[in-house]
Every structure is written in structure tokens, then in C-alpha cells.
């Protein structure tokens, strides 16, 4: 009677045993994608092979190609290295970073600098010194913030003029890959065609400085532009009469 009962438990633990296994396999291969249905299902798409500095032209060994699969890849992918080599780079890129249309541009000719410029937005190039250049620590990509300073009642106004503005190149160079100071002469900032109106006409009438903006720092000034500093009226004249006396002429106060 024992033994019957042994190997009816030992029957039923190897029938649960093989129902187990095959519900683990069919799980396994409903979940597991074949070589050839995952080539199926990616592209091509054109990464980084090495950081990319700002206003660099893009050769062919700064960039390299991977697989990735279809419903992940982002708008504006490329899948071809040979539409991307002589492009410029809007901004920096790090190794591995998918290269998009708008972080690498076309060249058409003339300046590196005019092809990161973008649309709407015009380059300014500001001369400064190495005091007002931020000590030198400016370089392609920051931001800063320019203040304006002339002289008003023989006193010195200072206000932050413009705000948030990006640093296309300093003296002439658009890409470096250096975090170490280096004294420049003059700066190249992207702006609007109207706040470049107002950034020359500040340079005619004073001085203007630079700030270097935190590129986490997105704060602006809510009212950048102080209010106008009253001027004093002259007192009104007195007045007075002229009294003639032969050769003598005397001016005397008229009293109200």
C-alpha cells in the first residue's frame, strides 16, 4: 500500500515537473527574438565616435553607425555616415550621441561661424579685454549676460542691457576643446537683429562688460532696463530790474 502511494506521488511530481518545463520553454520563446527577426526590426543609425566640439566640421572618423531598433529611433536620425560628413555641429557632441538634423548643419560655403548661426538670429562680435572678457574664461557655448554703462549727471549708470546670450566664438576661433583660460580680444555673441541695435548703440554711448551665466541658469531679470534718472530743473531766475545812474549800472531784485 506504501509503494502504491510512492509511486503515484513519484508520477505526479514528474508529470508537474514536465508541465513546468514546458510552460517555462513556450514563455522563453515567445519572449526571445531571433538574429534574424532583430535585423529585421533595426536600422542603421549614425552616432558620435569621439566628442564633437562646437563648429567642428564633421569628418568620417568622428562619426560611426549602429543598430537600433525601428520604434525607438528618434525624428531627425541619420542612417547614412555620408549625409552627415561635412556638416557642422551646432553644438558640442559626446561620444555616442545620436546626431541630429538640427545639431549638425549644412555648409554652404563662406564661414564656419555663419552656419551655426541660426535662422532669425544674427552674430555680433563685441570687443572686450581680458578683464571684461570674464578674465579669459570665456570660450564657445557660454552664455553672458551684457552690461551696459555710460555717464548720466556726471554719475556712472550701470543696467543689465541684453540677457541669456550665446557665445558663437571668441577672437576667431568657433570650436575648442579647451576648459583652460585664454585671453581674447573679442567676442562673437548670436542675437536678435533688434537687441544687436541695441548692443551697438550702448557701445557708442559707454561701455559695455560681459557675464558669465550658470548653463543651468535659465532666471531673467524681470525688468532689466532701470527707470529714467529725474533730472533737476534749474531754478527759475529771479526777477530783477536794471537801475542807471550817469555812469554807474546797478541791477536790483524784484520783491513779491
Do not use: C, Y
Not at 548661426?117 to 564657445?140: C, E, K, Q, S
Amino acid at each position: 500500500m506504501v509503494k502504491k502511494r510512492t509511486l503515484l506521488l513519484l508520477l505526479i511530481a514528474v508529470i508537474l515537473g514536465l508541465a513546468a518545463a514546458w510552460l517555462a520553454n513556450d514563455w522563453i520563446l515567445k519572449r526571445t527574438v531571433t538574429p534574424a527577426a532583430a535585423a529585421d526590426d533595426s536600422q542603421p543609425v549614425v552616432v558620435a565616435a569621439l566628442e564633437i566640439p562646437l563648429g567642428q566640421r564633421v569628418e568620417g572618423a568622428h562619426i560611426k553607425t549602429i543598430a537600433m531598433p525601428r520604434n525607438v529611433v528618434p525624428k531627425g536620425a541619420f542612417n547614412d555616415t555620408k549625409a552627415v560628413e561635412g556638416r557642422i555641429a551646432t553644438q558640442p557632441l559626446l561620444p555616442g550621441e545620436i546626431l541630429l538634423e538640427g545639431r549638425v548643419v549644412e555648409h554652404f560655403g563662406g564661414s564656419t561661424l555663419s552656419s551655426i548661426v541660426n535662422p532669425n538670429m544674427r552674430a555680433v562680435t563685441v570687443r572686450v579685454n581680458d578683464v571684461i572678457g570674464v578674465a579669459g574664461f570665456l570660450l564657445p557655448g557660454n552664455r553672458v549676460d551684457v552690461l551696459a554703462s555710460r555717464k548720466e549727471d556726471r554719475r556712472a549708470v550701470t543696467r543689465t542691457l541684453l540677457q541669456d546670450l550665446k557665445v558663437l566664438a571668441v577672437d576667431q576661433t568657433a570650436a575648442t576643446d579647451k576648459n583652460e583660460p585664454v585671453i581674447v580680444r573679442a567676442v562673437t555673441l548670436e542675437i536678435t537683429p533688434k537687441d544687436a541695435e541695441k548692443l551697438v548703440g550702448a557701445r557708442e554711448e559707454g561701455s559695455i562688460q560681459l557675464t558669465l551665466r550658470n548653463p543651468g541658469d535659465d532666471s531673467l531679470v524681470s525688468d532689466p532696463l532701470p527707470k529714467a534718472v529725474a533730472k533737476r530743473e534749474p531754478p527759475a531766475p529771479t526777477p530783477s530790474v536794471t537801475i542807471i545812474r550817469g555812469t554807474t549800472v546797478d541791477r536790483a531784485r524784484l520783491q513779491f
